[in-house]
């Protein structure tokens, strides 16, 4: 019997392929045509471009807990409400609208740290109810503040001074920066020490924990990521409709809408919530007069997709992770 | 005396808060199933019930002999063809396909009866009452609500004790390999704890129409409320449930008599203290079945 021997030398790691460098190299030729899209697209093209950017954003932040944390969330809309509130608030302290976006994005993950700690005493379905609570308690305390308008909500007046067309157009830039800058720390994240630690955990926790994994702080870092993710997506929705409204905020739709993206486009996958969200976008423009009947049609996507197409459509595509778009997985090459 | 009052009148809604939530808890305890639709298919009943009375009339307290076991047989096929399936699906496939179930559910009823507010009227029973003491009043459907809530629980934890498909329920609840290794059914057995979870909300969602208006998506506050009362009264334990809801609803009462707006807030208040100062429940249990 002859046992193949293995020496070091003969093994070669690595990560990128020449898939995902021309990916990189599209992708970066996508977001160049982006940037001068406005000048090109007109205004509704562009406003209807920043709302997809918007639930882009809110996709990649969901997934980022429940793809690779493995915690899902029903109560993420607490931290697009509040984020929303928090560019309103600042706005009213005088801060300028546009400053204030990057720091109601801070602010929604600061808040995300306490709201983890008491989160993380439930798991599962338990775990997604809880945070639906505390989205609620959000939404019942800031409809209080008679300075943020209450019940009825207020609007953003910062920027109504400003030329109409020339404001959309730099929130829809903020809209795809903030989009890219999303896809950019998922990917490094990933790619990171922090990143293996996470696949660990989401599929085996307990083992993960035996190899040296800090479960506990791994998933928190995720948890208070994908929370300023969304908040991201909070402060587009204050200063792309220029009012803010609790019902509308806190709404548990945005949940819906973030579950349907992501399971429809692949969860735990990075191209997932791309796919997911333009797929939502088109079904939201084309199936909007139908009212709640769109709504029956995603609840039914949800099932279907997830008891018969588990990884979605970017799993239908790949189903053996070899085509990942973005060198997150090492590969390992035997030399002969 | 209006404390005294706020307190009688919140003993009396956490009694519905415990039917709610009850079978939110069976369901959990028997096959780890967090049914994110539980709040909707009590709503679900409140309609049918409202159909039932549309095209056949009479006083809708009726209507229980008939949306009970429609809830029932409606559970046990929900679990065979839907929930089994989510189960097979790895851990976050039941939360999906629940919740994917209650945008559908919410959303066709909104289709099919509007987004108004509709209520179950049944007559005097609204609004006549019991006088305890001065100013202190109580609504005879509300304490027939808590009598009730009261015989569910422990009709449901003598049934679990004392049957032998309770001690099926049990069993499966602390071990379902070996469980199914003695000769039980594991299959039959979540289909019984779904239709017995679903025949009580469906008894918990035409009290609540009967005592207040409901909406299409209502389910979703009533689902937040069951869960706060399993969670106050701790899992694995009916009698923890029982005291879940009560202290849930004593809050909300005694938060509207101190602010009208901060009802809801003062009882997810208490739910947050009580996780973040005794996650395992006012009545830790150890020794029940439904953990």
């Known amino acids: ?336 | 005396m209006i404390w005294t009052n706020a307190v009688i009148q919140g003993l009396l809604l956490g009694g519905l808060y415990a039917i709610f939530a009850c079978g939110l808890s069976l369901m959990f305890g028997v096959m780890r199933l967090v049914n994110l639709a539980h709040g909707d298919l009590g709503v679900l009943g409140a309609y049918f019930s409202i159909i039932l009375i549309e095209h056949l009339g009479g006083n809708p307290l009726w209507t229980f002999a008939a949306v009970i076991p429609v809830a029932a047989i409606l559970g046990y096929l929900l679990q065979r063809f839907l929930l089994d399936h989510a189960l097979n699906g790895g851990e976050l496939s039941p939360i999906l396909v629940t919740f994917g179930l209650s945008i559908i559910i919410e959303n066709l009823l909104q289709q099919t009866f509007g987004a108004n507010d509709q209520s179950l009227d049944i007559g005097a029973l609204s609004y006549q009452s019991w006088k305890l003491a001065t100013n202190v009043y109580v609504g005879r459907l509300n304490v027939i609500i808590f009598v009730i809530a009261v015989m569910v629980i422990v009709g449901l934890q003598l049934f679990l004790s004392k049957t032998r498909a309770g001690r099926a329920l049990r069993a499966t609840a602390d071990n379902r390999r070996a469980a199914a290794l003695s000769g039980i059914d594991p299959k039959r057995t979540r289909a019984l704890a779904t239709a017995i979870a679903l025949a009580t909300v469906a008894v918990g969602g035409l009290f609540l129409a009967m005592r207040t208006s409901f909406a299409p998506t209502s389910g979703s506050a009533d689902l937040l409320f069951a869960f706060e009362a399993v969670i106050i009264g701790g899992l694995g334990n009916l009698w923890g449930t029982l005291v879940g809801g009560l202290v849930l609803g004593i809050a909300q009462t005694v938060g509207s008599q101190i602010n009208p707006a901060d009802g809801i807030l003062i009882g997810d208040l208490v739910f947050l203290a009580v996780l973040a100062f005794r996650p395992q429940g006012l009545i830790a249990s150890r020794n029940v079945a439904v953990r």
């Open chain 1, 1 to 336: 019997m002859t046992v193949a021997t293995l020496e070091l030398d003969d093994v070669t790691v690595t990560r990128g392929s020449r898939g995902s460098k021309i990916a990189l190299g599209v992708g970066i030729a996508v977001v160049v045509a982006l940037i001068f899209a406005p000048a090109v697209a007109g205004d509704s093209a562009t406003n209807n471009l920043t709302q997809f950017f918007i639930l882009l954003i809110m996709a990649i932040g969901w997934n980022l807990a429940a793809g690779y944390g493995g915690m899902v969330s029903i109560g993420h809309q607490a931290f697009i409400g509040f984020a929303s509130y928090a560019v309103l608030d600042l706005a009213i302290h005088g801060v300028l609208a546009w400053y204030a976006v990057p720091m109601a994005i801070v602010l929604a993950g600061l808040i995300s740290i306490p709201v983890s700690y008491l989160a993380f005493r439930l798991r599962g379905g338990y775990f997604a109810i809880g945070t639906w609570v505390i989205a609620q308690v959000f939404q019942l305390v800031i409809a209080q503040q008679s300075n943020l308008g209450g019940g009825a909500g207020a609007s953003l007046n910062d920027l109504n001074n400003l030329n109409p067309i020339n404001r959309d157009n730099i929130t829809y830039w903020f809209a795809l920066g903030l989009t890219v800058g999303a896809l950019a720390v998922t990917g490094l994240l990933l790619r990171s020490r922090v990143g293996m630690a996470l696949v660990a955990v989401r599929d085996e926790e307990h083992s993960a924990a035996a190899t040296g994994v800090n479960v506990a702080r791994t998933k928190r870092l995720v948890f208070v990521l994908s929370a300023a993710i969304c908040g991201g997506a909070g402060a587009l929705l204050c200063i792309s409709n220029l009012e803010v409204q609790p019902n509308s905020a806190f709404s548990v739709q945005y949940s819906a809408f973030m579950i349907f993206m992501v399971l429809v486009g692949g969860i735990g996958s990075f191209e997932g919530p791309i796919i997911g969200a333009i797929i939502f976008f088109a079904l939201q423009q084309s199936l909007a007069s139908y009212g709640a009947w769109y709504l029956v049609v995603l609840g039914a996507f949800a099932i279907v997709i997830t008891l018969w197409l588990p990884r979605g459509i970017w799993g239908a595509i790949d189903p053996r992770h070899r085509r990942s778009l973005v060198p997150l997985r090492h590969r390992v090459h035997y030399d002969e």
